[in-house]
């Protein structure tokens, strides 16, 4: 199982910060995650999040392995 990570304003939408799910890819994680919590579905769907597997920002699509780690991340901003 995939090791599923939200940071910032993700974990407060879902209630959660950490979890296992068995997935394939991250399209398939996204689409559970969304139909389990419509309100995260669309927080994970929103501008400007960025998604990690194994610490390493990736766009579209990847495989997932029983070891990934797969962060979600909000926009950051700072000043």
Same mark, same amino acid.
Request: net charge negative; hydrophobic share 50%; proline share 3%.
């Given at each position: 199982?995939? !090791?599923? #990570?939200?940071? %910032? !304003? $993700?974990?407060?939408?879902? %209630?959660? !910060?950490? !979890?296992?799910?068995?997935? +394939?890819? +991250? /399209?398939? #994680? /996204?689409?559970? $995650?969304?139909?389990?919590?419509?309100?995260? %579905?669309?927080?994970?769907? %929103?501008? *400007? +999040?960025?998604?990690? $597997?194994?610490?390493? +920002?990736? /766009? *579209?699509?990847?495989? #997932?392995?029983?070891?990934?780690?797969?962060?979600? $991340?909000?926009?950051?901003? *700072? *000043?």
């Amino acid at each position: 199982m995939a !090791r599923v #990570l939200l940071f %910032g !304003r $993700l974990a407060d939408v879902a %209630g959660w !910060r950490e !979890r296992q799910v068995d997935c +394939i890819s +991250i /399209r398939t #994680l /996204r689409d559970l $995650l969304a139909a389990e919590d419509e309100a995260l %579905g669309q927080a994970l769907a %929103g501008k *400007g +999040i960025q998604v990690a $597997l194994d610490q390493a +920002i990736v /766009r *579209g699509d990847a495989s #997932l392995t029983a070891k990934s780690e797969v962060a979600f $991340l909000p926009p950051m901003s *700072g *000043g």
